[in-house]
């Protein structure tokens, strides 16, 4: 019998529960939303390419004819793009059971449409404002679920030096410690937001995914691609993390942890600091002055 990420296609088991995945026509976000799928979820593909996308969607209903799913234009970097997506999905009155936040880039040298770093405002600036708008939706789930897919590489971030959430007109290169600080920014991200949750049905979860072959490297030049994705894992064994935190029932009454791949692990001291977490999320509600 086919299989999706160890679970037989006859499972039927997340039947009446949706799942909102950013990047998901590529990489980890792909092999998410197909393990999703296979399991009777619902999915909701928001990417930043409908012509990109469609073939995902054509291959998800030919592998899984009972599989319900749908594509979102979003592009998560642009906050217009951001704000837009979530206020017609809110309108069109669909749920939302997990939210994953999934889609990221490294390596850039570029700025954002409101002039932020790309980096910065694809892998946490755009998170931070999407969750912000659809956690309404999400409260009203029997038992919501936010995923932050991190990195290990956060542990090698010593401070934040937070000038990287200033609008700027010049763009800069985007190395790999800027991708570790966006990282860090994920974890604490979930951390204070299931501390301004607690009492409610929504739980949170940052995850490292093990290092994978995905589109994240995209920016990079391509003999550095080439040769780093000689070293890692495929897009399904990375996807067996956020599967296991956006779907695991043993973690329904669990909340703000970290998880490497499918095993709950400590993160670096930055990211356990509340009062750092705190400030993050002030900070970036200034930058982005959407009171979110």
């Known amino acids: 019998m086919a299989a999706t990420l160890g679970y037989p296609v006859s499972a039927r088991d997340l039947q009446g529960r949706t799942f909102f995945v950013t990047g998901a026509n590529s990489g980890i976000g792909r092999a998410l939303v197909e393990a999703l799928a296979a399991r ?36 998560v970097s642009d906050l217009g793009s951001v704000r837009r997506a979530a206020q017609a999905f809110l309108a069109s009155g669909q749920p939302i059971d997990v939210l994953v936040n999934n889609a990221g880039i490294a390596g850039t040298r570029a700025l954002s449409k409101e002039g932020f770093d790309l980096t910065y405002a694809t892998n946490h600036i755009g998170p931070f404002v999407l969750t912000g708008l659809l956690l309404p939706r999400l409260r009203e789930s029997s038992q919501g679920r936010v995923v932050n897919v991190s990195s290990g590489a956060h542990m090698m971030v ?17 190395g790999f410690s800027d991708y570790a600080v966006t990282k860090l920014m994920n974890v604490l991200h979930a ?28 920016s990079l ?5 080439w040769l780093g994705k000689l070293f890692m894992l495929s897009n399904e064994q990375g996807a067996e993390s956020p599967l296991y935190c956006a779907t695991a029932p043993d973690l ?7 998880y490497d791949r499918t095993r709950e692990a400590r993160p670096s001291r930055l990211a ?3 009062a750092l977490a705190q400030e993050l999320w002030a900070r970036t509600d200034a930058a982005v002055g959407a009171g979110t």
């Open 272 to 274: 356990e600091d509340a």
């Open 40 to 75: 009777g979820g619902r999915v909701v593909l928001a990417t930043r390419s409908e012509e990109r996308t469609r073939p995902v969607l054509s291959a998800l209903q030919s592998r899984f004819p009972a599989a319900r799913a749908q594509w979102v234009s979003l592009d």
């Open 252 to 258: 329904a009454a669990t909340t703000g942890r970290y």
């Open 221 to 225: 030049p391509r003999p550095v691609q």
């Open 158 to 174: 010593k401070r934040i030096d937070w000038s990287v959430l200033e609008r700027r007109a010049i763009p800069k290169r985007s």
């Open 191 to 218: 951390k204070e937001l299931a501390r301004r949750l607690a009492g409610t049905r929504v739980t949170t979860y940052a995850l490292h995914p093990g290092a994978v072959a995905s589109n994240v490297w995209r």
